[in-house]
């Protein structure tokens, strides 16, 4: 189950990773759509300004043509102009009228001509300036069209990066998904085998309930047949009226004691921490001690903070202490418990401690609010941290006087009766949710107020650090009181029921019974012991153990022996070819020897016969010895002219061929060559064998690795199952319990009412005994008269 629950969280945050950035990538779609539709708008603008461009070009040139016709018809204006004056001075003393006429021609050709010049340098300065414009704005384009390409290609980066983390994101979450639809198969095929075993577990509860009511009704008969007298007048010193001892309660009250141990010692390591981080607070801000001395009411309150531990750590040491008195050979009830009224007083005194800080918590709180860069938000959060601490105070003094009542019946007896301890059980538990809601208040004021002061430039890395410990040491305090409030309220029925009270008694358990219940329960386990010793002895329970082990280790044995056994056959087939190879070798080595004996004999044969012979054929012997040795020794210096050089699979061997040693040169090399080919191919095949024998115990170990981690998952998910059937069963078994003590009450409810009728019916006889004795009185007394 705890690995569901890391799946789910893992796959929420997975989820939020991913909504996160379905956001951020529609962020960046919005913004490449945006930029596309710049460039698109760039691209327009930048159409439209080669369009108008080259209407000015168009218009340059039809300016410039325009230019051309005026130049070419001032050049034949100034010809005319030319050929007129020289008519005029040919015709001057014609007439003065055409000169003057032509003169007023001239002038009017001249201004009209100035005007055309004038125009065209206009024209030639506005194009100009209009060209160098369009350049000036054509660079301007360009480098802003780079410039959002550039971003274009950046974005469309990111936005890949992004595609691909998101799919590897979904694949992620997929296979995630895949995974937790088969582990939600197989819880879901576990719950249905869970709901079968408690069908089978109701069945036998109905079953055990028919039989108790059974047994109960027959009980019933049999007291109301057989039990005429019961004794019920003085009930505390009746020693048949002492309660059995309860072996399950003692568990049961241990075990609460053991998860309320780890409870109060998560609660103090919290305010341990809240207390600190405080102190660390308020050298801190809103004066920083390292800088400039803090306020006299800061320093009062930090010496107090930091006598925390003397006020904290006495709670864990005291219910320490009360949980190592509970153990299975005591009674505990409140009036047994004698080690609460230790844990009371500490808790009392850790009380006070609250209640002697809380006016400095409070004040503090105003120096903040007071502080320059304090705003109207700061103020109204440190409100309500007033308001928050004041009830988290008023929360533990309530909880310390219901704590303190319920020290009391081990101090006094007759304090409290079983209905006020119930009631006292029930607002205990009340005010530990309470208290879980205070704090919790706190922590999301205190987170607020943080996220606040982020905000202030002043703020420093330091007070930073130290706000976010205080908030970890306040989110460790809400969850422990949480799992106390929690707790708490599921043990109420164990707290408020009465383990231990007398038979036929509304009474709770004094010690006096409570050491009479005792001693019954050693004389009954002495009892027993005897018992055990009179009977013949079986086995005990850890020497049946020890032989389970000693029968498992020698199976595990025989294994290894016979792995052993086979490893040593294999071994032994290996030397049984060793000895064929080396019996081989024995063999060439014996021929060898033969041949080398049989070459000595001739050669002494040879020797003697030369040695026998005349002095001239021993010379010659001799001569023929040497000549012989000479041509050994000249033939191989020839350069190997008649020596053989023989080369095989052992090596190189230089030869003189003789008609003696050919023979067994050729046999030599034959057998050692068929005895190395032998040999070889034994190595093949032994390699072969061991490379197939490698892959088959490669593909086995693999098979053995994928059993093993099947058989770990199944060994985890039979762990789960059996601590959930053991959780099963041990609720059923109380259940089973509470339905026995509440049968065995309501049987000693029946005695107790028929002992009372009984009482009535007795009562009723003698009164009709009575009247009738009257009755005959009065009617004698009327005869009289």
Request: aromatic share 4%; with cysteine.
């Amino acid at each position: 189950m705890a690995n569901v629950t890391d799946l789910q969280t893992k796959y929420s945050k997975l989820a939020q990773e991913y909504s996160k950035l379905r956001a951020q990538n529609q962020v960046l779609k919005k913004a490449v759509v945006d930029e596309q539709a710049n460039s698109a708008s760039f691209k327009e603008q930048l159409k439209q300004r080669d369009q108008s461009l080259r209407k000015q070009e168009q218009e340059m040139d039809s300016l410039s043509f325009r230019n051309q016709q005026l130049a070419k018809r001032v050049e034949l204006l100034q010809e005319e102009l030319a050929v007129s004056e020289a008519k005029g001075k040919k015709g001057k003393s014609k007439a003065d009228s055409p000169s003057q006429h032509s003169l007023e021609t001239q002038c009017v050709f001249d201004e009209d001509l100035q005007k055309k010049i004038e125009e065209n340098e206009r024209l030639h300065i506005q194009f100009y300036e209009a060209g160098e414009q369009h350049r000036r704005q054509e660079a301007e384009l360009k480098t802003r069209l780079q410039e959002l390409e550039k971003d274009s290609e950046q974005h469309q980066a990111v936005v890949g990066g992004l595609t691909t983390k998101y799919m590897e994101t979904i694949e992620r979450l997929q296979s995630d998904k895949a995974r937790l639809e088969i582990k939600s198969q197989t819880l879901e095929r576990e719950a249905k085998e869970c709901r079968m075993r408690t069908e089978e577990c109701q069945q036998q509860l109905r079953l055990s309930q028919s039989e108790l009511n059974r047994q109960v009704k027959q009980s019933s008969s049999v007291i109301q047949e057989k039990v005429p007298f019961n004794d019920t007048k003085l009930i505390g010193y009746n020693s048949l009226n002492v309660p059995p001892h309860n072996r399950r309660h003692q568990l049961k009250a241990r075990d609460v004691a053991g998860q309320a141990l780890s409870f109060i010692q998560d609660l103090v390591a919290a305010l341990l921490n809240f207390h600190s981080y405080t102190e660390q607070r308020v050298h801190i801000y809103p004066l920083d001690s390292s800088i400039e001395p803090i306020s006299p009411l800061n320093q009062k309150f930090s010496q107090y903070l930091h006598e925390n531990a003397a006020y904290v750590r006495p709670l864990e040491d005291s219910f320490l202490h009360l949980h190592q008195s509970i153990t299975e050979d005591t009674v505990t009830v409140l009036e047994t418990v004698v080690k609460l009224k230790s844990f009371a007083d500490n808790f009392s005194s850790y009380t006070h401690f609250l209640q002697k800080i809380l006016p400095y918590q409070l004040k503090s709180l105003e120096e903040e609010c007071d502080a320059p860069l304090c705003t109207a938000a700061l103020t109204a959060k440190n409100q309500e941290l007033q308001s928050d601490m004041k009830r988290v105070t008023s929360v533990f003094e309530k909880m310390q006087s219901y704590i303190n009542l319920l020290s009391l019946p081990s101090v006094r007896q007759d304090a409290m009766p079983q209905s006020s301890t119930s009631a006292v059980f029930t607002q205990l538990a009340a005010c530990l949710h309470s208290l879980h809601d205070a704090i919790k208040e706190m922590s999301k004021h205190y987170n607020q107020k943080a996220d606040l002061e982020k905000e202030l430039p002043t703020i420093t890395q330091k007070l930073c650090t130290t706000t976010e410990c205080l908030l970890g040491s306040l989110g460790s305090l809400t969850s422990s009181t949480s799992k106390i409030a929690t707790f708490f309220s599921n043990n109420l029925d164990f707290f408020t029921s009465s383990g231990y009270s007398p038979r036929g008694s509304t009474l709770a358990l004094n010690p006096l019974q409570a050491e009479s219940m005792l001693a019954n329960k050693k004389k009954a386990a002495a009892y027993i012991n005897a018992v055990k010793k009179s009977r013949p002895q079986s086995v005990p329970y850890s020497e049946a153990l020890s032989n389970r082990r000693i029968l498992t280790s020698s199976t595990e044995s025989r294994e290894g022996l016979s792995q052993q056994v086979q490893q040593s056959q294999d071994k032994i087939a290996r030397l049984e070819q060793e000895k064929e190879h080396w019996l081989l070798e024995a063999q060439l080595g014996k021929v060898r020897l033969e041949k080398e004996n049989q070459r000595i004999a001739d050669l002494e044969v040879q020797l003697t016969a030369a040695q026998g012979g005349s002095p001239n054929s021993h010379s010659a012997a001799a001569s023929t010895l040497a000549q012989s040795h000479e041509e050994a020794e000249i033939e191989p210096k020839a350069g190997g002219k008649e020596a053989t050089l023989c080369t095989s699979l052992v090596g190189m061997l230089c030869t003189t061929p003789s008609v003696e040693h050919v023979g067994d040169e050729d046999s030599r090399e034959t057998l050692i060559k068929t005895h190395y080919m032998a040999r070889v191919g034994e190595l093949t095949t032994q390699l072969q064998i061991s490379d197939s024998k490698a892959v088959h115990f490669h593909s086995e170990c693999r098979a053995l690795a994928k059993r093993l981690a099947i058989a770990e998952k199944s060994r985890e998910t039979l762990t789960e199952e059996i601590k959930l059937a053991t959780q099963k069963i041990t609720r059923l078994q109380d259940e089973l319990a509470t339905t026995k003590r509440s049968y065995e009450d309501q049987l000693s409810m029946m005695s107790d009412h028929l002992c009372s009728m009984n009482e009535t019916l007795s009562k009723q006889r003698e009164e009709i005994d009575t009247l009738k004795l009257g009755s005959k009185g009065n009617a004698k007394k009327n005869k009289g008269r």
